[in-house]
């Protein structure tokens, strides 16, 4: 009945405003900016100074949608506007991207996110999208596009791979990016900023505005955070989950590495090895020791006369995952057609080694793909669920080829003299250390000529793979004291006035410059 009358009063004009006039506050949803409302005023007290002194800057649009997406956006526009910038917020007020939201909880998460940013009047320009007159047609040329966040969308939500464009969840997430993107294009136009700012630029509304952006030839930055403390990964005028590394490649890469920075990636390599954090990040990649490769082959009864090829699993519906397939229509389809191919290669044997990531997930598991692919498991071929206690390095040490779709482990391996076959659009693909095929054909003669000839990589591809991996991990990642999660946290480590002060400009400075659009120097 609450929600039904929800729905009649959402399309009463001013219902909900003369609602929320009587009943100021938080509405009572998951719409949750407490924690910017307590935080704000002190904040723009800490940059006001700051602004009264900057020179001025780009015209820049920030775009972000759910509130945890908006309570930063509100911190990172007002840091971008004490260093001068004319900064504008858009956003969009959703709680949630998987469920629809009536019209009248959507006007009161609207007022109530004007009443929390409205600190900001003066300083930092905000517009919410639903108050823009959408383009009356997505164009053409963007409409593809548009389908293509939408399919991510129930890809990342459900954690499948096949995605039915006639399920509520497609339809529902088509119907909000399309708004986005026609809502964007408007506000845009008319705005003509100098620098769009999108965090993630793949999926939900995020990655309909993207789109729009560059449908728009309009410079266009996105950003992510990984799991460390203090960093940030930015992407200009492209996806930032691509993790494209080629203009850091090409400015870095090809320098033997230093003995620090050898001795940093192998503390990083040993610290994932074996289940323990590294540096600023909580994160464990293993929840089980290493107890050597060799005891581990007995525990599996692989034997010692045939090679074992490892094949390592990603995550179903991980947005590193999406968008990524080169000549395999999915990854379900590529581990399906590969167990096939090793039934009937006896003289080696297949592990199949589950992301542990899965327990946490309710989609598909690649284990049900694997036990689906034949009637029966042929006795070559080993079957690891994620819920086993093998440590995966335990794993590496004993393989002899290794197989991967878009993984980190086919990095790592590689690293460990391990030739390895990728076959998902990966940051590390053609970097020099890896077999890289195009077609299905290409794919099973790289496996039986890798298998026939026992291939071993030379000791320049190892070094490059150890090079590449510095880069990567200690490179590619910039300088920046908020991650989304624990922001406020690190906003208690890092306040606004010391970012804005001259140590925090030396530290984090360079960041918010290539926020704000100018070029990356990645030889700097």
């Given amino acids: 009945m609450k929600h039904s009358l929800k729905t009649i009063l959402g399309n009463i004009p001013y219902s909900a405003d003369l609602y929320d006039s009587l009943r100021k506050g938080r509405p009572n949803t998951r719409y949750n900016l407490s924690q910017l409302e307590k935080h704000l005023p002190l904040a723009i007290e800490q940059a006001r100074q700051y602004i009264e002194k900057a020179k001025p800057g780009k015209k820049l649009l920030l775009f972000a949608t759910l509130h945890y997406w908006v309570e930063q956006a509100a911190i990172i526009g007002l840091t971008l506007r004490a260093l001068g910038h004319d900064v504008t917020i858009a956003y969009l007020p959703y709680h949630d991207w998987r469920k629809d939201i009536n019209k009248f ?114 410079h266009t930055v996105t950003y992510e955070f990984n799991d460390s403390r203090e960093q940030v990964w930015i992407a200009q005028n492209d996806e930032v989950m691509r993790q494209n590394t080629d203009s850091l490649w090409k400015a870095r890469g090809g320098h033997k590495l230093l003995k620090d920075e050898r001795v940093l990636v192998e503390e990083l390599e040993s610290a994932r090895m074996g289940g323990k954090s590294f540096g600023k990040s909580a994160r464990k990649w293993q929840d089980v020791e290493t107890k050597g490769g060799e005891t581990l082959r007995k525990e599996l009864k692989l034997d010692k006369k045939r090679p074992i090829v490892l094949l390592t699993t990603n995550v179903l519906g991980d947005s590193l995952t999406l968008g990524r397939n080169i000549f395999a229509p999915s990854m379900a389809a590529w581990i399906k057609k590969t167990v096939q191919f090793f039934a009937d290669q006896p003289q080696a044997q297949l592990v199949i080694r589950i992301h542990p990531g899965e327990r946490l997930m309710k989609g598909t598991s690649m284990s049900s793909v694997v036990k689906g692919a034949l009637a029966e498991i042929p006795e070559n071929i080993h079957l690891i669920e994620p819920l086993e206690k093998v440590n995966t390095y335990d794993l590496m040490e004993i393989a ?71 880069r990567f991990f200690f490179e590619y990642p910039l300088p920046f004291p908020w991650r ?15 970012v804005l002060s001259k140590d925090g400009q030396k530290e984090f400075g360079k960041s918010f410059e290539y926020l704000a659009g100018k070029r990356i120097d990645w030889k700097a």
């Avoid at 995605?163 to 026609?182: E, G, Q």
């Fill in 105 to 218: 909880d959507s006007r009161r998460q609207d007022l109530y996110t004007r009443r929390v940013l409205s600190p900001l009047k003066g300083l930092v320009h905000y517009a919410s999208l639903l108050d823009v007159e959408p383009a009356p047609i997505l164009p053409a040329d963007l409409r593809p596009g548009i389908s293509l966040i939408s399919i991510y969308d129930a890809q990342y939500t459900d954690q499948i791979e096949d995605v039915d464009t006639n399920s509520a969840l497609y339809k529902l997430r088509f119907k909000r990016n399309d708004f986005a993107a026609r809502a964007a294009l408007t506000l845009m136009q008319e705005l003509k900023p100098d620098t769009v700012l999108i965090p993630n630029g793949t999926i939900t509304e995020l990655g309909a505005v993207y789109r729009a952006a560059r449908y728009l030839d309009l």
């Fill in 400 to 470: 002899n080829l290794g197989l991967v779709y878009t993984t980190t482990t086919g990095l790592e391996m590689a690293m460990n003299g391990i030739p390895v076959i990728v076959c998902g659009q990966t940051h590390y693909r053609k970097r020099g250390f890896t077999f890289d095929p195009q077609t299905w054909a290409e794919y099973f003669s790289l496996i039986q000529s890798s298998l026939q000839s026992k291939t071993v990589l030379s000791k320049t591809q190892i070094e490059t793979a150890w090079e590449y991996a510095y």
């Fill in 484 to 498: 989304l999660m624990h922001f406020w946290k690190d906003m208690e480590v890092s306040p606004l006035s010391d």
